[in-house]
């Protein structure tokens, strides 16, 4: 019998700096992508892949998401959102907030990506890896940004943003699983890649490599991208 789908948290908090002047009066979320808000097509795209609930932790302009989206019923999801305040708590702060709605375990994905592969088969993968926590690669070959993974056998041996070594030759592609308990025990951690960088030396971080090139609207450049993309595509539902 084939495990149920984990719940997804999206991070959908973020200032959008690089995307203005678009998302000085909306969040990222609602940014126009072939005519439809950003996160419409990150929902049914969860939503072809068998996943039925989603948590958005939301920040900056949340309530205009919230107001566009309700319950998510028009997407086939369960929609739920996390609240960030008024304090900026970081994005493993976030989630840390959120686990209450979040389950045991949970996937996670930034609130910019389109990725387009099999999400089935790397939630197998965490499920068999024995580690507590996994996290998605590609070659940097295949991505736009600098090698920032170690990934080798199956794990992820070292992982940073600013400290990159001569075995990094992965990206992170921005898709990860938990087990909750690594938020738990981590309380005064603020950020992700700095939680997943901790899990990764400690020998806890599992990793599985995807070969699809990921898609994102962290810049101007990568929203061009992805329009291109799905303007080229038959229309999804």
């Known amino acids: 019998m084939t495990a149920p789908l984990p719940t997804v ?5 973020g200032l959008a700096t690089r995307l203005r002047p678009i998302t000085e009066t909306i ?16 929902l049914e795209l ?32 369960a929609l739920e959102y996390s609240h960030d305040g008024k304090n900026l708590v970081g994005t493993a702060g976030a989630l840390r907030q959120a686990l209450p709605k979040l389950g045991s375990s949970f996937l996670t994905l ?11 088969t790397v939630c197998a993968a965490f499920g068999a890896c024995g580690r507590p926590a996994l996290m998605t690669v590609i070659r940097d070959s295949l991505g736009s940004e600098p090698p ?17 070594t001569p075995e990094m030759k ?17 309380t005064d951690v603020r950020d992700l890649s700095d939680l997943q960088s901790l899990l990764a030396r400690e020998g806890r971080l599992a990793g599985y ?19 291109c993309h799905l303007k080229s595509k038959p229309h999804l539902p």
């Open 9 to 13: 948290a999206i991070l959908a908090g």
């Open 27 to 42: 969040p990222k979320a609602l940014v126009p992508v072939v005519g439809r808000p950003f996160l419409a097509h990150q």
């Open 46 to 77: 969860l939503s072809r892949q068998g996943f039925s609930r989603v948590v958005l932790c939301i920040g900056h302009l949340g309530e205009q998401i919230e107001a566009a989206f309700g319950d998510g019923g028009g997407y086939g999801i």
């Open 110 to 120: 930034y609130g910019d990506s389109y990725l387009e592969i099999d999400y089935g």
């Open 148 to 164: 920032n993974a170690w990934f080798e056998n199956d794990a992820v041996r070292a992982y940073g943003k600013k400290n990159q």
């Open 170 to 186: 992965h990206i992170d592609y921005g898709l990860s699983l938990f087990q909750a308990e690594m938020f738990e025990g981590a």
């Open 209 to 227: 490599e995807v070969t699809t090139p990921y898609f994102e609207i962290g810049s101007l450049r990568g929203l061009q991208a992805l329009e």
